[in-house]
């Protein structure tokens, strides 16, 4: 693994696809590139067709002159290898590497993602065409890093083909050694699908009912695996070559069947692609999530934003452009939270096919524009950032964060379709992003020394090592927060022995006898501290045992049971919602929770976001007003862009961003002079 980061100072720039123009084209662009400060592009990606025009027949010129003249502008690059979109010629001559889907479809050409992982053909053209670009550009002084495929698992993770069936088989043969033990872990008495074969072992393809869920559970896994094993054959075969950092775009917090956590260990650089989800009026608390989840996975190191977008995107129902600003608060946003470079998709807008629609850094309408001003705005402000690089984030609480129990809870036949685990994530992350309160995501098997609060919004399914891991968490004087639903499963996705929560009844100190799910649309009130908080969807039959009831359920299926508890539990607290609480119950159970962890955060007036990175230059505090309204806040140090004194109090305008360099006496900006609750309503 090589950790030089490419890029001195902050990286800016873009994925840039110049074979879509014609040459002249290109001058203008770095031109332009010039103008707005950007100092690194990602190409290549999409040119697959161009670059190996027939099987091991190679056409590196048009690259070569694109990569001198990037080169010549000061522009470095992240060379893509193309192997999302394999060539018409591929497809002609191996019809069996296409992407077969559950239902038995073979997904055709004139896309990208279309190729199974599991073919031979394709295992051998990835390494081939990957091996060619890192002979060729390995020394080339463009060069700085390299970006492997696109996007792996977008748009289809699993493949159905004859070959994933195989592979499978043997991925099933290194993982149980017996069928005996493959029977009992997928409880294979049940509908009779015992086997006395390997060769009788398919892929879960649509059958007439519900597929063995354990069996769908083991094929995600396989087909994780398979991609990955792809990355890991073009990584290798650009390392013989090359020794310039290795990366693959992540989409983090979209969870395409790849588990990232086992992806974050093979790359050298972490990079993510993020875009804001359009219907959701406070896009940037989902972005956060997504940040604060690259951050993590990245393991607190810095990372890329390597595509984002100036304005609308094309591929959801209303593409809502970016209002004035917006690009800015967004890039800034995923820097405070450990980006060390801010990238879009792409450079410059396609004229033609699928993307067309998408906005670009410089837009169809070209230079004299509102986004590309903003883009060289932009490119102004980086380069004023470069002492930040290298300096982190500091948390104090954990979310569990855990890919494979959302695809087992993803799965069919769940006590109820409304309860979701993006939802359930996203409702427990606001409080602590209003509040300030920076949040790592980890997986229920990491080390939690370090942490003061776990909080556990939708971890379904969990092993029994992974519960230990939580209890010892909590015994050593931590604080634990589990919404319902929490360790149905084990890793098998077979109910606990003992059943639901059964390994963590004890830090719970509560036993769940049923689970209650509601009738569409039906709500019920639960009583705490004589306040009547909403909540819906789903309720639970809970027992304390030693756990103190804290809330209790005013109707719903379970009138004055239980809904609320906490427990002590050696040095440290355990809490249980065995309901899909609502906002404002959310927000009272995390107010008690943070106490009982003795976390704290600073204060910032409503809509803005502060977080901050330290390093060895420094500590920075990035403050973001997502409101159209001036904001005042007290913070000590140096404004980064105009090198002044920031006033005490500062204001910040609506819309607007600040970037301060604290004063060494005032690094710190945890002391809260308000209520939790007055701050988050
Ligand atoms: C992702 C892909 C890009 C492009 C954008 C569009 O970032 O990697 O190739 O399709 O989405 O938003």
């Not at 996007?151 to 592979?167: M, T």
């Not at 699908?193 to 009788?200: F, M």
Request: include cysteine.
């Amino acid at each position: 693994m090589t950790t030089t980061w490419p890029i001195p100072g902050i990286g800016y720039g873009g994925d840039y696809n110049p074979e879509q123009w014609p040459r002249a084209t290109w001058d203008d662009d770095v031109t332009l590139m010039r103008q707005a400060g950007i100092n690194l592009v990602s190409v290549g990606m999409w040119a697959w067709a161009l670059i190996e025009t027939d099987e091991g027949v190679f056409d590196f010129s048009w690259l070569d002159d694109l990569l001198d003249l990037l080169h010549r502008n000061g522009i470095a690059v992240d060379l893509g290898t193309p192997t999302a979109a394999p060539p018409a010629w591929f497809f002609a001559k191996y019809p069996e590497s296409r992407v077969v889907t559950r239902d038995g479809v073979a997904l055709g050409f004139g896309s990208r993602g279309m190729v199974s992982p599991s073919s031979p053909a394709y295992r051998e053209a990835i390494v081939r065409i990957a091996s060619a670009l890192a002979e060729r550009y390995a020394h080339h002084p463009a060069v700085v890093m390299w970006h492997v495929h696109n996007e792996y698992g977008a748009p289809v993770s699993e493949c159905y083909s004859h070959a994933s069936v195989l592979a499978f088989r043997t991925w099933l043969r290194e993982k149980y050694q017996s069928l005996d033990a493959l029977n009992h872990a997928w409880g294979t008495t049940v509908w009779g699908q015992h086997y006395t074969s390997w060769e009788h072992i398919g892929a879960p393809a649509a059958a007439p009912s519900v597929v063995n869920p354990s069996q769908r559970l083991d094929f995600a896994r396989f087909s994780d695996h398979q991609l990955r094993q792809c990355f890991i054959a073009e990584r290798d075969a650009i390392r013989a070559h090359a020794a310039q950092p290795i990366t693959t775009n992540f989409m983090a917090n979209q969870h395409w069947g790849v588990n990232l956590w086992e992806w974050a260990r093979e790359v050298d650089i972490v990079s993510d692609d993020h875009y804001l989800v359009a219907a959701d009026p406070e896009a940037e608390i989902g972005l956060a999530i997504a940040a604060d989840l690259t951050r993590s996975l990245a393991g607190g190191r810095p990372w890329i934003m390597l595509e984002h977008s100036t304005s609308g995107v094309n591929w959801q129902e209303r593409n809502v452009a970016k209002r004035p600003g917006e690009m800015a608060r967004n890039s800034m946003a995923h820097l405070a939270r450990g980006a060390d470079a801010i990238c879009f998709f792409q450079v410059r807008g396609a004229r033609w096919g699928q993307e067309k629609f998408h906005s670009a850094m410089i837009p169809h309408a070209g230079r004299d524009t509102r986004i590309f001003r903003e883009v060289v705005a932009l490119g102004e402000t980086l380069g004023q950032l470069g002492d930040v690089r290298g300096s982190t984030v500091h948390a104090e609480v954990a979310f569990l964060w855990d890919f494979e129990s959302m695809w087992a809870q993803d799965l069919e036949w769940r006590p109820s379709v409304d309860l979701g685990h993006k939802e359930r994530m996203r409702a427990w992350y606001e409080p602590f992003w209003r509040r300030n309160i920076t949040v790592d995501f980890v997986h229920p098997s990491h080390d939690l020394t370090g942490y003061r609060l776990v909080v556990a919004p939708a971890q379904y399914l969990l092993s029994k090592a992974d519960a230990a891991n939580l209890d010892a968490f909590v015994a050593r004087g931590g604080t634990l927060l589990a919404s319902c639903f929490t360790a149905a499963v084990d890793d098998n996705d077979a109910v606990h022995e003992g059943g639901y929560l059964a390994p963590l009844s004890e830090t719970f100190g509560i036993r769940v006898h049923e689970y209650l799910p509601l009738r569409q649309g039906d709500a019920l009130r639960v009583a705490l501290e004589g306040t009547h908080y909403g909540a819906d969807v789903w309720a639970e039959d809970i027992e304390p045992l030693s756990a103190q009831t804290v809330a209790t359920y005013i109707d719903g299926p379970v009138p004055g049971a239980p809904a609320i508890t906490r427990n002590t539990r050696g040095e440290g607290v355990a809490w249980y919602v065995s309901t899909r609480l609502g906002t404002e119950g959310i927000t009272t159970v995390v107010e008690q929770a943070v106490t009982d962890a003795g976390v704290s955060a600073p204060v910032t007036p409503p809509g803005v976001e502060l977080v901050t990175r330290t390093g060895d230059n420094g500590s920075f505090a990035v403050a973001i007003n997502h409101r159209d309204t001036p904001a005042e806040l007290q913070l000590h140090g140096t404004d980064m862009i105009t090198n002044l004194p920031i006033p005490t109090p500062l204001r910040i305008d609506g819309g607007a961003i600040v970037v301060v360099r604290l004063t060494p006496e005032h690094p710190s900006l945890s002391t809260p002079t308000e209520s939790f609750m007055e701050r988050t309503n």
